[in-house]
């Protein structure tokens, strides 16, 4: 992108970043403190969810479908939260697991499993090095998207590929290229709807592609980490096909490990999460899970149910949810229109749900623009993050996470952002006629 800042003459220039420079001078006087680093719901959000914490009291039945809640058992979860499961995952609930607080840690364990023990008979991911004269296992990572996931398989010295995401999801031509060729790549990472960060949603074509594109490794995984699935800002929120029909109709029902967890519908760290997957690879991560646990919080799973008993009651709890969300999210529109429009210096995304918008400035200003907002008293996620390894390979992406600061701090922040966006942009234009 060119921005206003390279059209300018020399004179011109110096005077903008004079401007600049002063306009900053006075920010930092002010002595900010505002954090956009990470998507937490706000203190209002959570409180929606209190109601829920007097479910549960001494003279409480604790039975669910004939299951005691309040004893050992029931490794799967209580029958009520496996078919509130299936309602969010789209399988039947005999094809889930409810399990703890954290869909992040049923991940990892599931990465894991296919890392120790193998998959559908398949040898551990681990061995592949030793039997491939030293060829790496591989992971696919569309990017921008979730550091976290890409902290799973680096931590297991899985290789992390970016792959370029686009407004319908992973670019497929490069992903089944890739995949048809190299037998050690052994998954893809996909937040499907409303991904994190760019909000966009998985197209019907891209979906069918996914389940359906021939691999070199036959033990091929896709993790699908359905985070968002219910969180629209808008009563017509993205549509996403269902992966378990898709992958089904293309043979390939095996090939999906799909997760959601209640964390931003609930409690943070205190909700519910789930998995689900084919018959047998549920089978197989149940073996593998049981190993180390006898059973989860049923008593957890229980207020979760008994709060929010079906999907219809989840989409209704979540429209109190985007009462909260949708004045933040059109609060980054409006104020990144305001202060950016007609200057080149950016790009961002628009989405419709989820929790984040996706950033980006000219090439190489990333890293010098969040350094900028820090001084100026405004945390942002490090710059880098939405890529394997914190490397953007053009510094230019910036995940913006509106939804923990009040409509107020977050305008000034996005204030803050837009004026280091332009004195970043400017410098960047003065370095290249040096």
Not at 15 to 34: G, N, S, T
Not at 219 to 237: M, S
Not at 333 to 343: I, S, V
């Given at each position: 992108?060119?921005?206003?800042?390279?059209?300018?003459?020399?004179?011109?220039?110096?005077?903008?970043?004079?401007?600049?420079?002063?306009?900053?001078?006075?920010?930092?006087?002010?002595?900010?403190?505002?954090?956009?680093?990470?998507?937490?719901?706000?203190?209002?959000?959570?409180?929606?969810?209190?109601?829920?914490?007097?479910?549960?009291?001494?003279?409480?039945?604790?039975?669910?479908?004939?299951?005691?809640?309040?004893?050992?058992?029931?490794?799967?979860?209580?029958?009520?939260a496996r078919a509130l499961a299936g309602e969010f995952l789209g399988v039947d609930p005999s094809q889930t697991l409810v399990l703890g607080s954290s869909s992040l840690l049923i991940e990892h364990d599931s990465v894991a499993m296919c890392w120790l023990k193998g998959t559908c008979g398949h040898a551990p991911w681990s061995e592949f090095s030793a039997a491939h004269d030293g060829a790496r296992v591989k992971f696919l990572c569309p990017a921008p998207g979730y550091d976290r996931h890409?902290?799973?398989?680096?931590?297991?010295?899985?290789?992390?590929?970016?792959?370029?995401?686009?407004?319908?999801?992973?670019?497929?031509?490069?992903?089944?290229?890739?995949?048809?060729?190299?037998?050690?790549?052994?998954?893809?990472?996909?937040?499907?709807?409303?991904?994190?960060?760019?909000?966009?949603?998985?197209?019907?074509?891209?979906?069918?592609?996914?389940?359906?594109?021939?691999?070199?490794?036959?033990?091929?995984?896709?993790?699908?980490?359905?985070?968002?699935?219910?969180?629209?800002?808008?009563?017509?929120?993205?549509?996403?096909?269902?992966?378990?029909?898709?992958?089904?109709?293309?043979?390939?029902?095996?090939?999906?490990?799909?997760?959601?967890?209640?964390?931003?519908?609930?409690?943070?760290?205190?909700?519910?999460?789930?998995?689900?997957?084919?018959?047998?690879?549920?089978?197989?991560?149940?073996?593998?899970?049981?190993?180390?646990?006898?059973?989860?919080?049923?008593?957890?799973?229980?207020?979760?149910?008994?709060?929010?008993?079906?999907?219809?009651?989840?989409?209704?709890?979540?429209?109190?949810?985007?009462?909260?969300?949708?004045?933040?999210?059109?609060?980054?529109?409006?104020?990144?229109?305001?202060?950016?429009?007609?200057?080149?210096?950016?790009?961002?995304?628009?989405?419709?749900?989820?929790?984040?918008?996706?950033?980006?400035?000219?090439?190489?200003?990333?890293?010098?623009?969040?350094?900028?907002?820090?001084?100026?008293?405004?945390?942002?996620?490090?710059?880098?993050?939405?890529?394997?390894?914190?490397?953007?390979?053009?510094?230019?992406?910036?995940?913006?996470?509106?939804?923990?600061?009040?409509?107020?701090?977050?305008?000034?922040?996005?204030?803050?952002?837009?004026?280091?966006?332009?004195?970043?942009?400017?410098?960047?234009?003065?370095?290249?006629?040096?």
């Open positions: 992108m060119q921005t206003m800042y390279q059209t300018m003459n020399d004179v011109e220039l110096a005077a903008a970043i004079d401007d600049l420079e002063a306009r900053v001078a006075e920010v930092k006087a002010r002595e900010l403190k505002l954090d956009m680093a990470r998507g937490k719901p706000s203190p209002e959000q959570v409180a929606i969810s209190r109601p829920m914490l007097d479910l549960l009291s001494a003279d409480s039945d604790l039975t669910d479908g004939g299951v005691d809640c309040s004893n050992y058992g029931c490794f799967e979860g209580i029958p009520s890409f902290g799973i398989t680096e931590d297991l010295g899985i290789e992390n590929v970016p792959v370029r995401m686009t407004e319908n999801g992973p670019d497929m031509d490069e992903v089944e290229r890739l995949v048809a060729a190299d037998e050690g790549i052994k998954g893809i990472w996909c937040v499907p709807k409303y991904s994190n960060p760019t909000g966009d949603t998985y197209s019907d074509e891209t979906v069918r592609r996914l389940t359906s594109m021939k691999t070199a490794a036959p033990d091929f995984r896709i993790f699908w980490d359905n985070a968002y699935c219910v969180h629209d800002l808008y009563d017509e929120g993205d549509e996403l096909l269902n992966v378990f029909d898709a992958a089904r109709e293309a043979g390939n029902e095996d090939r999906v490990i799909a997760f959601a967890s209640t964390s931003k519908i609930t409690f943070p760290g205190a909700g519910v999460g789930f998995v689900a997957a084919s018959p047998v690879v549920i089978k197989e991560i149940a073996h593998h899970l049981q190993a180390g646990l006898i059973s989860a919080d049923k008593l957890n799973q229980l207020r979760h149910v008994r709060f929010l008993p079906d999907l219809d009651a989840v989409r209704a709890h979540m429209r109190r949810h985007a009462e909260f969300m949708r004045p933040r999210f059109e609060c980054v529109d409006a104020k990144l229109h305001e202060g950016l429009d007609g200057t080149g210096c950016a790009t961002w995304t628009h989405p419709r749900g989820g929790y984040f918008v996706s950033f980006d400035g000219p090439e190489g200003s990333a890293k010098r623009v969040g350094a900028l907002c820090r001084e100026m008293g405004v945390t942002l996620t490090p710059a880098g993050a939405t890529w394997p390894y914190g490397e953007d390979p053009h510094d230019t992406n910036i995940r913006i996470a509106p939804s923990y600061p009040s409509v107020e701090d977050l305008s000034s922040a996005l204030e803050v952002l837009v004026l280091a966006v332009k004195l970043v942009s400017a410098q960047l234009a003065l370095e290249e006629r040096a």
